[in-house]
């Protein structure tokens, strides 16, 4: 349904990577750094551009939810409860 390749690891970003309070480029380093240490193709998509009816779709997909915020006044987890 969302389209992503079944052969490769994913990791999800759940913010706009445009926000710097949620830290994309930290989010960048840690894919890259997992994709070398791990010897993996490994991919990090961003909820920003996706329609919000496929957005549990791709948390539920996703291998990994990866936030990197510099700081948090709420549970993302909260949304899909």
Known sequence: MIGWDPTKSHVLFPY????SKKNYPLAQQVVESANI?????IELHSECNEPHEIIPFCRNAADVLLMTSKREVHSILSNNI
């Not at 240490?37 to 193709?41: P, V």
């Open 37 to 41: 240490e791990l010897k993996r193709e």
């Open 16 to 19: 706009a990577p445009s926000l």
